[in-house]
């Protein structure tokens, strides 16, 4: 029998296991418990069926959109937060949660002056959206025609301009459409834009000092400063545009800590952005789990999938 080479998830000291083992878990567990599996889109249809052929009676339900699984969390709340009856089994695809999180351009319009444009107030030398990997102003795209050098080699020659402030707009586009393309620097392929979720402290080293504050306070064993401590930590900022989006991941983050008992990675080389829990909320999923296991080449219900 082949063993999966276990993968990494980036989520820190998460148990990371082959994929067989949750088929033998599934097996010798006997108490019902919560689960995802995450796959890629087109084994949504695949999972269930297989499930359903090892646990007849389990209960499956297909995650489309992300706001299904809080409704679900926010009926089990209410209801008391009951142990299930049946091992529940969430199907989720990478694909279904992708847009969660905010896309917001890296770039903002710069302009760029000499010193001696700066102290006599004088019109900027150059101006554009810079990118941040290669330093150059991102271009319009204006035409393209191939010609053929001395060599007889083809030749692209574009013809390109810098973008001008009311062309970036608020879409990320590929190509060129009504306004033109912004997704990529013209000049070196950098994206452009950023996935963006509002973190509690604006820099690494301000959560460290938190986090030395309260070790302390927690090594003096005082443990009304460690609550004050905590109660006086700055508010999440907000952030604007889509804020549903982001309560997504907020949600998941805060208020269903350890709801699963077992998140299942199927076909993890597949999931090309990773699964950070910052970013996104399938990372945020997988770190709320007690469990990750991630695998590829998924072997399942005994049968081995190419
Ligand atoms: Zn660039």
């Known amino acids: 029998m082949r063993r999966n080479a276990p993968v990494r998830l980036g989520l820190g000291e998460k148990e990371v296991g082959s994929v067989i083992e949750i088929n033998k878990l599934f097996k010798t567990t006997d108490y019902p418990y919560l ?22 009676y389990a209960d499956v339900h297909v995650i489309e959109r992300t706001d299904q699984l809080i409704t679900f969390h926010r009926n089990w709340t209410n209801a008391g937060r009951p142990k299930p009856q049946k091992p529940t089994f969430f199907v989720i695809s990478f694909t279904t949660m992708r847009g969660d999180c905010a896309t917001v351009p890296a770039v903002h319009y710069e302009y760029r002056k000499t010193k001696v444009q700066e102290e006599e107030k004088e019109l900027p030398y150059r101006d554009g959206y810079y990118c941040p990997c290669c330093g150059k102003a991102h271009q319009v795209v204006e035409s393209k025609e191939t010609t053929i050098d001395e060599d007889g080699n083809e030749v692209e020659n574009q013809v390109k301009r810098t973008m001008q402030e009311h062309e970036f707009g608020e879409s990320r586009r590929l190509q060129n459409s009504k306004n033109p393309a912004n997704a990529f620097c013209s000049e070196c392929g950098e994206s452009l834009w950023t996935k963006k979720v509002p973190t509690r402290y604006e820099s690494i080293n301000g959560w460290l000092k938190h986090e030395k504050n309260v070790s302390h306070a927690l090594k003096d064993k005082n443990h009304k400063l460690v609550e004050q401590i905590q109660l006086s930590q700055p508010e999440v900022p907000k952030q604007q545009g889509n804020p549903r989006r982001i309560a997504t991941v907020e949600y998941i983050r805060r208020k269903m800590r350890w709801f699963f008992d077992i998140t299942v990675v199927d076909e993890i080389h597949q999931l090309k952005a990773g699964l950070s829990a910052q970013g996104n909320s399938l990372g945020s999923i997988a770190a709320v789990s007690k469990k990750v296991i991630g695998g590829t080449g998924t072997l399942f219900g005994g049968k081995v999938r190419p």
Do not use: G
Request: aromatic share 10%.
């Open 35 to 56: 689960s995802t599996f995450m796959c890629p889109p087109s084994l949504t249809k695949k999972w269930p069926e297989e499930i359903l052929e090892i646990i007849p």
